[in-house]
């Protein structure tokens, strides 16, 4: 895509995109498990703007998904120009991207409807599938900057699931090892880069939920599983008795988080999320709580088949290319990001980029 092609148009738009894969089993939630309705609102504001300033937030795609319908997106960018970005491949990336003149202050602010339900797969009942598209779920098997599936990656993952002899033994095998040998390190910036081939090679197996979920993601795929990280945001706190898991007021600014799915043959996309299990462990009051604690085991039990649908979905991508940038591409894209004359603005320096991000429940009336 020309940087010329891409801004267009201000106003709202609705996107109307399918997730590839995302076609419900009879394994999968009840069509009787409700929706729950979300706006959320994204203002972003670059404060050392230089020449032109791009920004790009990024936003759930309205999709034909077991768990997520998007309802509609708008945004403002006075004194400047933005439209919808909609990738319609694998990947499923979309962002609200605009570009700002200099001497405009460049502020763009980005509303989102979307409707999520809890999302479970019965895996003791494989359900009735789709012909298996051999190059979408190809697509999930490649490797990536940060998801490398040869040298130590490889071999670890034939350490961990050689021996089993199903999709779902390897899948589980893998599940099991990293909330039995990874920690949640509250240091790391952001919810971590994800370079699991560092965290391979150095033995430093802590991080968050970006470097945890990625090297579950990297270790399925070396063992032939296709996997895909889910990048997203909590909305609402957790109805399932979990502080830790979900923000505790509107403000969301910092409640981005990125979960994993693996396919399964019989079942499809099958929800995990170790990164959780490690966070409820840290985090969950008192804190430090060991896995054999019984909060701690009900999550980790909970978290290989099912997600509590209190966080929307972005996008699956890798590598991402921002439209119009003149910087490479991201590893992913979970926060809103910009760029100036001087090139990219670090997404979580609060002294140049100033975002906020809020939610609410739209209840519908009696």
Request: glycine share 8%.
């Amino acid at each position: 895509m020309h940087r010329r092609d891409f801004i267009r148009s201000a106003g709202m738009v609705t996107a109307s995109l399918a997730w590839p894969g995302s076609r419900p089993s009879l394994a999968e939630t009840s069509p009787s498990t409700p929706w729950r309705t979300f706006e959320t609102v994204t203002r972003a504001e670059v404060l050392d703007p230089s020449g032109l300033t791009r920004v790009w937030v990024p936003v759930p795609l309205a999709a034909d998904a077991p768990y997520q319908r998007t309802i509609g997106t708008t945004f403002k960018a006075e004194g400047g120009m933005a439209t919808l970005f909609a990738d319609k491949g694998l990947d499923s990336v979309a962002m609200v991207a605009a570009q700002f003149p200099a001497g405009v202050r460049p502020v763009l602010t980005v509303t989102s409807r979307v409707s999520t339900r809890d999302y479970a797969v019965n895996l003791r009942s494989p359900g009735r599938r789709p012909k298996r598209d051999h190059v979408a779920l190809g697509h999930f098997l490649r490797p990536t900057k940060l998801l490398p599936i040869d040298g130590v990656v490889r071999d670890k993952a034939r350490v961990i699931a050689g021996r089993a002899r199903t999709d779902e033994a390897k899948a589980r095998a893998i599940y099991e090892w990293i909330v039995e040998n990874t920690f949640r390190d509250p240091k790391v910036r952001g919810c971590g880069r994800g370079d699991i081939r560092s965290m391979l090679e150095t033995g430093d197996l802590g991080g968050k939920c970006a470097d945890l979920n990625s090297l579950y993601v990297g270790l399925a795929r070396a063992s032939g599983l296709p996997a895909r990280d889910v990048y997203g945001i909590r909305t609402a706190k957790s109805e399932l008795g979990y502080k830790s898991l979900g923000p505790a007021t509107p403000t969301i600014t910092k409640a981005q988080h990125c979960r994993a799915e693996v396919y399964l043959s019989g079942f499809g996309w099958v929800p995990v999320d170790p990164a959780d299990v490690r966070k409820v462990a840290l985090e969950e009051p008192p804190g430090n709580r060991p896995l054999d604690d019984e909060m701690v085991k009900s999550a980790r039990a909970r978290l290989f088949g099912s997600w509590e649908m209190n966080w929307v979905a972005y996008n699956f991508g890798q590598d991402v290319s921002l439209p119009g940038a003149d910087s490479g591409p991201l590893e992913f894209l979970m926060y809103p990001q910009a760029e100036t004359a001087r090139g990219r603005v670090d997404s979580l320096d609060p002294d140049g980029f100033k975002y906020e991000i809020t939610s609410r429940e739209i209840v519908a009336p009696a």
